[in-house]
């Protein structure tokens, strides 16, 4: 799981053009809506491409809890990995 938050951090940064940061700035709990990161629902779209280029994982369910911070997005992809 470790890895699968350290790919996201980098691919974040990456597609969501936050060259600022550095991996090690991303708090993997930290809220990526609203009061935390700050993301939108263009991001979020961004995300969706990410996981499903990275791991292969259709992201049919689309469910608010998921998108959370890295570190649900990283148990989803453990979950749903194949």
């Known amino acids: 799981m470790e890895q699968i938050i350290k790919e996201l951090k980098e691919e974040l940064i990456e597609a969501l053009n936050l060259e600022d940061m550095s991996p090690d700035d991303l708090d993997e709990n930290e809220a990526l809506?609203?009061?935390?990161?700050?993301?939108?629902?263009?991001?979020?779209?961004e995300i969706i491409l990410?996981?499903?280029?990275?791991?292969?994982?259709?992201?049919?369910n689309k469910d608010k809890e998921i998108f959370y911070s890295i570190k649900t997005l990283a148990e989803?992809?453990?979950?749903?990995k194949k």
């Not at 809506?33 to 779209?45: N, P, Q, R, V």
């Not at 989803?76 to 749903?80: D, E, L, Q, R």
Request: aromatic share 10%.
């Open 50 to 60: 990410i996981i499903e280029r990275l791991y292969g994982i259709r992201m049919e």
């Open 76 to 80: 989803y992809v453990v979950a749903n």
């Open 33 to 45: 809506f609203g009061e935390g990161l700050g993301l939108d629902s263009i991001d979020a779209l």
